[in-house]
């Protein structure tokens, strides 16, 4: 109970201190405190989370080895936040005994995590050194053999890069440690390591929610006049502006920010020192990263003309049909379907609504592209082979990516792509909400 009033707490007082805005005032709590939050998160999710998963895949046994600086992708989810990399060798083991006593989770190498591994040691092995270090091959054999069993679960994929951590040197040492019995008793547990990244828990929403407000201030501190003075300030000056903020926050980032603009009677501007101008229409893709989180964004701006006090309407259109295009896919995104099937009935509701889009919409969580369904790419419109044939799941977190490209009676017919990416949720309910809000109105630079 102890450590919910904390993780409520500190969660709350994340929330809140990134809502204030403020230049002056760190929005990060200490990283003393982010580690707490972290940890707790890890408990719930081992606890929670992965016993069901393993029985869901009939997976009885995971295995799961790693050398240090080739740490399987699934790694960052078992640990706690204060480790860093698997420590020399680690062989992180899960051992299902069933519905009263629980998951074993054991640590052959490493540490415990914060008391969540039972740190595993075998002194009747004797003293070697090799078994503390490089090899504990004999270890895991002892393991396997006192445990006996079903199956053996482990991360080899051709399809999901997140289940596929198993290198091909601990594959072929770990096939000697098992022996013939127990080699035929392996499975390949894709969908094990994949759901268990994707999925998120509720006592992350409050932190995520904050990350959002941040994001939203700065790229809406970033299209205004304290950032660009229209015919001077270029694409790349607010590019880095928006790195530099992010940073002066304590923040990190997962990719370049890119800054664009579409202007009349000039469909390409691919220069990436672009003079922004007045009448310029304004895109931006921008994500930040923390407590191992990440962000996703994408947002349209204006710069007024001059004796202009609002966005053009055919302009204002262009966004709306964007915002209708979200809205369809919300509408489609139930649980149990595929990622392919959602983007075939929207792409289908989108067409007889006529409009002329795409839609391209990933995962996120602790990766900005996360694991879980794709819901289209740029260029697979007609769907996505392996990722796309994924399930929409509960409990996990989407970044709503498309566009809808619209002629602007006001350029003369000129098409304007309104591209927008926003993070949505998909409660334990099945309901589909934004995490935050999405964008309906242009940010406007006067």
């Known amino acids: 109970m102890r450590r919910m009033v904390l993780l409520f707490v500190f969660a709350v007082l ?11 005032i760190n929005p990060l709590p200490s990283l003393r405190e982010q580690a707490a939050i972290q940890q707790e998160w890890l408990r719930i999710r081992l606890e ?52 009263d006593k629980g998951i074993e989770r054991l640590a052959l190498g490493g540490s415990s995590q914060g008391g969540l591994y039972v740190a595993y040691r075998d002194t009747t092995l004797g003293n070697n050194a090799e078994l503390w270090g490089k090899d504990q091959w004999k270890l895991l054999t ?8 079903r199956t053996i679960g482990v991360n080899i994929s051709h399809d999901f890069a997140f289940s596929d951590g198993l290198s091909a040197g601990e594959w072929e040492q770990m096939q000697d440690a098992l022996g013939q019995k127990y080699q035929s008793r392996v499975v390949r547990a894709e969908r094990l390591a994949h759901d268990y990244i994707s999925i998120r828990i509720p006592e992350m929403l409050p932190v995520y929610k904050g990350m959002m407000k941040t994001v939203h201030a700065i790229i809406d501190e970033a299209f205004s006049n304290k950032v660009i003075t229209p015919g001077k300030t270029t694409t790349q000056d607010v590019v880095w502006w928006m ?46 990263y923390a407590l191992r989180l990440a962000t996703d964004t994408q ?24 915002n209708r295009l979200q ?68 409990n996990t977190w989407h970044s709503i990516e498309l566009q809808a490209t619209t002629p602007v009676p006001e350029w003369d017919g000129q098409l304007v792509r309104s591209a927008q990416e926003e993070e949505a949720e998909v409660s334990g309910e099945g309901r589909v909400q934004w995490v935050l809000r999405r964008q309906t109105e242009f940010h406007i630079v006067r």
């Open 299 to 322: 947002h349209m701006g204006y710069v007024l003309k001059k004796g202009e006090t609002d966005v053009p309407d055919g302009i204002k259109k262009a966004l709306a049909n964007s």
């Open 142 to 149: 002892k393991v396997v053999e006192e445990r006996d069993p």
């Open 327 to 394: 809205d369809i896919l919300l509408e489609n995104m139930k649980v149990g379907l595929t990622g392919n099937q959602i983007l075939a009935s929207t792409l289908t509701q989108m067409r007889a609504e006529g409009i002329n889009g795409s839609v391209y919409t990933h995962p996120i969580g602790e990766h900005g592209h996360g694991a879980g369904p794709l819901i289209g790419l740029w260029d697979r419109q007609m769907g996505v082979q392996g990722r796309g044939d994924v399930p929409l799941l509960p």
């Open 243 to 288: 790195r530099q903020r992010t940073h002066d926050l304590g923040l990190g980032t997962w990719f370049q920010t890119s800054v664009s603009v579409q202007r009349k009677g000039s469909p390409t501007l691919n220069d990436p020192n672009t003079v922004i101008e007045r009448g310029d229409v304004l895109h931006c893709d921008f994500g930040i």
């Open 14 to 24: 994340f929330a809140i201190s990134f809502s204030l805005g403020q230049d002056t």
């Open 48 to 99: 929670r989370v992965l016993p069901k998963l393993m029985r869901e895949n009939d997976v009885q046994m995971w295995i799961i080895p790693m050398r240090e600086y080739n740490e399987d992708p699934v790694f960052s989810s078992l640990v706690s936040a204060t480790t860093f990399s698997a420590r020399r060798r680690t062989i992180y083991v899960f051992f299902d005994r069933g519905e």
